[in-house]
């Protein structure tokens, strides 16, 4: 890392469910309204937007962000799939870090359709092509949702070389429940026992319905600058990044035949690796975490890739409770994916946003004690994963 970049400002809207949302713009105006309010700063003070979504036409980055002001700066559009929010961070940090910019604006947001994801062009090939053809050659195709069959297949999996139970997966879907309970930002805060769980139909054998996120709309930001920065406005002990890395897919992803490589494990595990070495911190010393729970089978996946714990040691460590308060770890706090949604374009800074208040200890009935190290995963197919370290001194 070059100099240190601190985040001085974040906000999100509450997630809605599609055809209940504000229009794209205004979900990320006041988005980063509050993200600027957050830092006591102007919009005449950000030098560069870096703005992501994934659905929607070209230049929607500038229609987002001129509600907050048109002064001519550089605003930059970013897709990155499910990781976009995350990929608009990166950007938004290394142009801090770099010393292009003093200031800069990560904003994300997504207005979904009802429904499963789907394909915006049908007159092309996919870029998901080469994964889709990996995918019914190791198991065939069915007609469930195709990201349930790429998730569901990579727990089957995994399922069958540990010999999980089945019920394992769907008691990371009961704690995202009762941790989305206590957050007003979240799309779902019913709380759901693990029988309710369980009995939810199947889409893709080890998952049911409620251990696969919603689409969602709604918008977050984040607002980077640097320690001169911060200093020139009164800002002290600020929450910063510590370490960051962004992986692609390696051939493993492909070549293995492997649904777990497939969906973007050893990109995890690489990330995390990068992160790791670059600070000196490791995955004992994390307090909290907020990990890409698109589907109960990716938050086990992921225990593992982060090195939180051991391989083949994810069903222990979920019954064991090291996935929740009381624990080793408190994994989502928010809800996750799985309860407080997942607008692709604004999880990544959604995802910011709560462990920037975690570790500011503002995160009211979610906070978690002490919490000074914080540790986010936000993962894209196609592929790109980010992993980002947060830390306060």
Not at 54 to 72: E, I, N, W
Not at 321 to 335: A, E, I, L, R
Request: proline share 3%; net charge negative; hydrophobic share 40%.
């Amino acid at each position: 890392m070059g100099r240190r970049v601190n985040v001085i400002g974040v906000g999100m809207t509450k997630f809605a469910k599609p055809g209940a949302s504000d229009e794209y713009h205004i979900m990320a105006r006041d988005a980063g309204r509050l993200a600027l309010a957050d830092a006591g700063i102007s919009y005449d003070e950000i030098e560069q937007v870096y703005a992501g979504y994934v659905y929607g036409d070209s230049t929607c980055g500038q229609r987002a962000a001129y509600t907050l002001g048109m002064t001519g700066i550089p605003v930059f559009n970013v897709n990155s799939n499910c990781s976009t929010g995350s990929s608009a961070l990166y950007l938004a940090r290394q142009a801090v870090e770099s010393g292009m910019v003093e200031c800069a604006l990560a904003l994300g947001f997504e207005k979904m359709a009802r429904g499963a994801l789907a394909a915006a062009f049908n007159d092309r090939e996919s870029p998901m092509q080469p994964q889709a053809e990996m995918m019914v050659e190791v198991q065939g195709l069915s007609r469930a949702p195709g990201a349930a069959q790429m998730f569901g297949g990579a727990g089957r999996e995994y399922r069958w070389k540990h010999g999980t139970k089945r019920e394992t997966f769907g008691k990371i879907a009961e704690k995202a429940r009762l941790h989305a309970s206590r957050n007003p930002y979240a799309l779902f805060n019913q709380v759901l026992s693990l029988d309710e769980i369980m009995a939810s139909e199947e889409v893709f054998d080890p998952l049911t319905r409620f251990q696969c996120c919603p689409p969602t709309c709604g918008a977050g930001a984040a607002v980077l600058c640097s320690d001169d920065f911060a200093a020139r406005h009164g800002i002290t002990d600020a929450v910063y990044i510590a370490g960051q890395a962004m992986t692609t897919d390696y051939p493993s992803s492909i070549e293995e035949k492997s649904m777990i490589k497939m969906i973007g494990f050893d990109m995890t595990a690489s990330a995390a690796r990068q992160v790791y070495e670059k600070t000196g911190i490791g995955p004992d010393d994390v307090d909290v975490v907020e990990l890409h729970d698109c589907f109960t089978a990716n938050e086990l996946l992921t225990y593992e890739g982060l090195g939180l714990c051991g391989d083949g040691q994810a069903e222990k460590f979920i019954w064991d409770g090291d996935n929740t308060y009381g624990g080793k770890f408190v994994v989502n706090p928010s809800g996750g994916l799985l309860s407080k949604g997942h607008p692709l374009g604004a999880t990544g800074l959604a995802q910011c946003t709560e462990l920037v208040w975690q570790l500011r200890g503002t995160a009211d009935q979610r906070q978690v004690a002490g919490a000074r190290i914080a540790l986010q995963h936000n993962l894209g197919l196609g592929g790109a994963c980010v992993v980002t370290l947060y830390r306060r001194d």
